[in-house]
């Protein structure tokens, strides 16, 4: 009974006038930020959270949140038509989703993978509302050592994923720890490593260190570039899959839908990681894989779905332990605590219009994609035509006024353009950026259960082995740490650098 | 020298750096942690794993792995003058205030990084100027810079 009160409450909460308006204003954004490459939902994020600040957490949640499932609708768009992807996860969108716009085909495509991203997010923010609850009431037991071990395994699961040599990944996990350090210890109020600055007595901002490790850099990558890009010209027609089509996407659609969750749910885990997985699994159930990158629509069904069905269980571990499973997430867990809302199993409780709120506005998101998506295709394609060369300032002018607008500090726009500078230099040492992100935002509260987890052990760290559920985390941390060294376990292939 | 032996170098005095000022800020012990230990962990970290890294770079290159160039066949000194109107932004808008510098800005990229027509860098800086600041300062009630004029 108390969980149709909490769906009906989270109705009418995502209902009001202002929540409405602000999830069309994410699901927009995120469908546009999609839309244009070189532009992802963590840059986006960045760049509207201080604009939310006049307005009440729930506003501000829904519309950020609309921004990160909205990115992976209009990510597809770009891969289909111009064979760049949108964002990260749409880079395999494009093997078939663009082969079959060259047949003549991208309307089906783009029909297919608005169907199925709807799909699989419907199905997805059902599984986040009947697993949310109980896995909060169960994270009320836990204590500091199992928040250090939870948090420790995020961050070795996100390093395993990533693309390129694990010692890289796990220096940028520790470099984000670092900067998750500096200002004010908590403890004892000693400051840390800020060198008389003020703005860095309550530490290094999330929202200048993301702005310019995803924003910043990623315009100094594209201007160096060429900078030119063709959009697929013919007129774009049958948006509606024909009967055969939905004969071949349908379990392709079931199957991304169920892997893009349950991977979304695992920290480290994500939008990027499902749609490789699930392209390989459809290739594995395909009676012809050899057609796979030829122009399959099973091909863009899949992974389509499966990244859409990964923002939902992303949102899991974030809204019932308070820990993020990937940059997105981080981004919204810095947001929550800016708004004065502490994210953890507690958050159900304290802040259910919150919770709830945020969910029932995730199926209005949905709704409002897919009708975004279909009938307002031709809108995204001219905007896709804006050349970058015009685009690039007014991005630049967003992270300015972005940086600008968090506290009024010149001093925090610095500070982002200079991690535009580390940005752009990690990404030319291919180092990647998510997991400093991560690392950033679980810093201080690593760090706090950390220390509280030792005082508590007297001093023993063996003693995180002797607690029944952070054993079982630390171990899985462990093994995923010697796994790659273990011949013939060697990494998976990259996975590119994701924002996810 | 690989570019993995470079950037692994840099990492591990870096971490080197962060191990030693984490010490003024007392370690502690394990039983009673203080404010310098876990930057010191995470400081000694960054070393080792650069370490790692140095080793496993320096055996890529007896394989044959050499530098790569970073710039090579790209417009490297479009970034420059992009940071360069980054700067000059930070630098200038307390005096110039918001609009006049936003109109600036936008227009010295539109012209600088790949030339547009005149009209074109008039219309797209004025009408981004004037949109930003209703936006941001008249909507969003944003406190931009307003300038000494």
Request: hydrophobic share 55%; with cysteine.
């Amino acid at each position: 009974m108390d969980f149709f009160a909490n769906v009906i409450l989270g109705f009418q909460t995502a209902f009001q006038p202002i929540n409405f308006l602000f999830c069309f204003v994410g699901v927009l954004t995120g469908t546009l930020v999609g839309v244009l490459p070189g532009l992802g939902p963590v840059a986006a994020m960045s760049l509207l959270l201080p604009t939310t600040f006049h307005v009440s957490p729930v506003a501000a949640i829904i519309m950020l949140a609309g921004i990160y499932y909205g990115a992976m609708y209009g990510g597809s768009t770009t891969s289909i038509l111009v064979n760049i992807p949108g964002e990260a996860a749409s880079v395999v969108t494009c093997l078939d989703g663009y082969k079959m716009a060259r047949q003549g085909r991208a309307g089906p495509a783009l029909g297919i993978a608005a169907f199925a991203s709807f799909i699989a997010g419907t199905f997805s923010i059902v599984g986040l509302m009947l697993i949310a609850p109980p896995l909060a009431e169960m994270a009320l037991k836990f204590g500091p050592p199992e928040y250090f071990s939870l948090m420790a395994l995020g961050l070795t699961v996100l390093t395993f994923l990533a693309s390129g040599p694990m010692w890289k990944t796990l220096i940028m996990a520790c470099l984000g720890l670092f900067l998750g350090n500096i200002g004010m210890d908590s403890i004892n109020a000693t400051f840390r490593f800020t060198f008389g600055i003020l703005e860095l007595s309550d530490g290094v901002g999330l929202v200048p260190v993301a702005m310019g490790l995803f924003g910043i850099s990623e315009v100094f990558l594209n201007v160096e570039q060429s900078m030119g890009r063709t959009v697929f010209e013919a007129k774009i027609k049958n948006l509606l899959p024909s009967l055969k089509d939905w004969a071949e996407s349908f379990w392709p659609i079931i199957r991304g839908t169920v892997l893009g969750f349950f991977l979304g749910v695992l920290p480290g885990g994500g939008s990027l990681i499902s749609s490789f997985v699930s392209y390989a699994v459809e290739k594995k159930f395909s009676k012809t894989p050899e057609k796979f990158g030829t122009g399959m629509i099973a091909g863009v069904a899949g992974p389509e779905a499966a990244n859409n069905s990964a923002t939902g269980g992303a949102f899991i571990p974030l809204l019932t332990l308070g820990i993020p499973g990937n940059a997105v997430t981080a981004l919204l867990l810095g947001a929550l605590i800016i708004y004065g809302v502490q994210p953890g199993p507690k958050m159900v409780i304290e802040h259910a219009d919150l919770f709830w709120g945020v969910i029932a506005s995730m199926y209005l998101g949905n709704a409002m994609l897919l009708v975004l998506n279909l009938p307002l295709i031709g809108l995204w394609v001219k905007i896709l035509k804006v050349p970058y060369p015009i685009l690039f300032p007014l991005i630049l002018l967003f992270c300015l006024i972005g940086g600008y607008s968090l506290n009024n500090s010149l001093t925090e726009v610095g500070l982002m353009v200079i991690f535009g500078v580390i940005g752009y230099l990690l990404k030319k040492f291919q180092y990647e950026a998510a997991p400093l992100i991560l690392a950033l935002v679980l810093g201080p509260m690593m760090e706090h259960s950390f220390r509280a987890s030792l005082t508590m052990f007297d001093g023993n760290p063996a003693q995180f082995f002797f607690r029944p559920i952070s054993a079982v985390i630390m171990t899985i941390a462990i093994l995923l740490l010697i796994l790659p060294l273990i011949p013939g376990m060697k990494k998976r292939p990259a996975i590119g650098d994701g924002e996810d | 020298m690989n570019n993995d032996q470079a950037s692994s170098g840099a990492f591990f005095i870096i971490g080197l750096a962060i191990a030693f000022g984490a010490v003024r800020y007392k370690l502690g012990t394990f039983s009673a942690p203080d404010s310098g230990l876990m930057p010191f962990l995470v400081g000694t970290a960054i070393s080792l794993l650069a370490g790692i890294g140095f080793v496993h770079a320096t055996l890529g290159k007896r394989k044959g792995v050499g530098w790569t160039p970073l710039l090579e066949k790209l417009r490297w000194e479009r970034v420059l003058i992009v940071l360069a109107a980054l700067v000059a932004y930070i630098l200038l808008v307390k005096t110039l205030g918001f609009l006049i510098c936003t109109a600036l800005f936008i227009g010295f990229l539109l012209k600088a990084v790949v030339p547009q027509r005149w009209p074109t860098v008039f219309a797209v800086s004025l009408i981004t100027a004037l949109a930003s600041y209703g936006i941001f300062e008249l909507w969003l009630k944003a406190q931009l810079p307003r300038g000494i004029f």
